[in-house]
């Protein structure tokens, strides 16, 4: 029969659900160390208890040695001839057990120390037992029973142990009184030296997933399948389901009659807002339903490999589309798993408009930068306020002759020499020496009568000499281009005199048959 003690060991044993044994051992480690603080040894203790007797026994164990030379530790060692003086029948090798007297002699201080001891050994099995039991059991949904609450914590009963429900695990529309039952789900089992150590939540979006498939039949046989769930507790969540049936619509079933279904599962939730979503395939399309209740006007696929989206709407659309401190947009994005830009019709207009004027201004290159265009011409177009070759290129002979001081003659050279500077730029494109640019035509046809044999052969006739039929070295009095004599006839709008013209060293744009002096002002 057992002794009372035992009893009570195995009493204690299946209230905190752990193995009798693990608390019978608990005890006799106790009374190890209380009779090494006593005795003050160091010797090997252990401690025996009698199921029958109750008694615990303790006693020094020592190794039997050959001869006495052979101990190296007399605490732990003795040679054979001593150990057979207590024990005859010990051999070399065996242990020999010395008893140690503890009762009547182990005081207060001892009792405590092996009480400390006790409770020591079984909270670290309750622990190991508890651990063990939910350690398999993450995710799943439990009913619990609220303990006590510590602080911004809530220590729920689970039956087996305790759990705890940290602040950032609650919703913010949730409070709850000592002794009211709840459904929360286990979020993660840690082994903690303190404080429970099962954490449960009613913030993880595995809980309305439960609730879905508690409340929706067509989810629990696996008709509607939940293909993804975005949660911000106590504001709302978004749940994407998609059905195998064609015969059964998705959201209509997690709806329910008059949404008796989902109302069921806010009312457990204490109001939180549910948006249940079609899921789809297509990434587009999918975005358009996930910012829902926010009408989308188009959603472009800016980086497919990176997941990244840029949705357009409507500007009356903008504040919808991105919630309540960005909520929807944000809940939409941890849905499709996709980064997701929005941005209102008018932003991407500016947008629009900025890249295009950008492109206008990538290439600019100064006026001084083409030759054929003397220092005059130069300083009348930046005064009109065209300083670049580009801006020059694009604009018509109409808009020149508008320009005061430039008449018919100078938009043609200025037209000729707009050319043979992007002639240049196309030849050294292509890896062909300028020279040989203007030798293949460099030149337009329509001057192509005015140039002498002799200068297109050496490519060395100017833009001003073929406009104005002047020779090229033919300057004026002031040392500037001879060419800048016809701006100034163009400005004033009149013909110069031809004997003005021969002054300055120019002739006649189409000289004469037989004339004395050709266009170069070489003798014929």
Same mark, same amino acid.
């Given at each position: ?18 193995? =009798?044994?693990?608390?019978? *051992? ?5 009374? @190890? ?10 010797? /090997? ?28 530790? =007399? /605490? ?10 207590? /024990?005859?029948?010990?051999?070399? %090798? ?16 001892? $009792? ?28 799943? @949904? ?55 150590? +099962? ?8 809980? @309305?997933?439960? #609730? ?91 980086? *497919? ?22 909520? /929807?947009?944000? #809940?939409?994005?941890?849905? #499709? ?22 492109? %206008? ?12 265009? %003397? ?5 009348? #177009? ?24 430039? &008449? ?9 020499? +707009? ?21 293949? %035509?460099? @030149? ?20 001003? $000499?073929?406009?104005? &039929? ?26 110069? =005199? ?15 048959? &037989? ?10």
């Amino acid at each position: 029969m057992a002794s009372e003690l035992y009893n009570t060991i195995d009493a204690i044993s299946r209230e905190k659900g752990i193995d =009798p044994q693990i608390v019978v *051992s608990a005890v006799e480690d106790a009374i @190890v160390a209380a009779t090494r603080k006593y005795y003050k040894s160091q010797e /090997n203790l252990r401690a025996l208890l009698d199921k029958d007797t109750g008694k615990i026994n303790a006693f020094a164990v020592k190794t039997v040695v050959e001869s006495r030379d052979q101990i190296e530790d =007399p /605490n732990l060692q003795i040679a054979v001839e001593d150990a057979r003086k207590m /024990n005859p029948g010990v051999e070399v %090798g065996g242990e020999l057990h010395i008893p140690k007297a503890t009762e009547g002699i182990l005081g207060r201080i001892a $009792a405590q120390l092996a009480k400390q001891v006790i409770f020591q050994k079984v909270r670290e099995a309750e622990r190991d037992t508890v651990y063990n039991e939910y350690i398999s059991r993450v995710n799943e @949904v439990v009913n619990a029973t609220v303990k006590r609450i510590e602080g911004p914590d809530i220590i729920f009963d689970l039956g087996k142990g305790e759990s705890r429900m940290p602040r950032k695990e609650q919703s913010r529309l949730e409070s709850f009184a000592v002794g009211e039952r709840v459904r929360v789900i286990i979020t993660r089992v840690e082994k903690a030296s303190k404080g429970p150590q +099962v954490v449960v939540s009613r913030a993880a979006p595995e809980l @309305v997933q439960h #609730l879905f498939q508690t409340e929706v039949p067509e989810i629990y046989d696996g008709t509607v399948v939940i293909r993804a769930i975005a949660r911000e507790a106590g504001e709302r969540t978004k749940i994407a389901v998609l059905s195998k049936d064609k015969d059964v619509d998705a959201v209509g079933a997690c709806v329910g009659m008059k949404g008796m279904r989902v109302q069921s599962i806010i009312r457990e939730l204490r109001g939180e807002k549910i948006d249940i979503i079609e899921w789809h395939e297509d990434s587009v399309t999918f975005a358009e339903k996930a910012l829902q209740p926010a009408k989308v006007s188009r959603v472009t696929v800016v980086d *497919s490999a990176g997941k990244h989206l840029e949705v357009v709407v409507d500007d009356s659309q903008l504040s919808l589309a991105i919630g309540k401190k960005g909520q /929807n947009v944000r #809940l939409a994005a941890k849905l #499709l798993g996709w980064k997701i830009d929005i941005k209102s019709e008018e932003e991407k207009r500016q947008e629009v408009e900025q890249q295009m004027a950008g492109f %206008g201004t990538q290439t600019t290159t100064p006026l001084e930068k083409v030759e054929g265009l %003397g220092e005059g011409l130069v300083e009348k #177009l930046n005064a009109a306020g065209v300083s670049t070759v580009e801006a020059l290129a694009d604009m018509t002979p109409e808009q020149l002759e508008a320009i005061e001081g430039i &008449g018919p003659k100078t938009v043609e050279k200025i037209s000729l020499a +707009v050319n043979n500077y992007f002639a240049s730029l196309d030849a050294a494109e292509a890896g062909v020496a300028p020279e040989e640019a203007a030798a293949e %035509g460099a @030149v337009p046809e329509e001057f192509a009568s005015e140039v002498p044999v002799e200068a297109a052969a050496e490519g060395t006739i100017e833009a001003d $000499a073929i406009t104005e &039929g002047a020779a090229p070295e033919a300057d004026d009095a002031e040392g500037s281009p001879a060419v800048d004599l016809a701006e100034q006839a163009d400005a004033a709008e009149t013909e110069l =005199p031809a004997e003005e013209l021969a002054l300055e060293g120019h002739h006649e744009a189409e000289p004469e048959e &037989g004339s004395e002096n050709d266009i170069s002002g070489n003798k014929a």
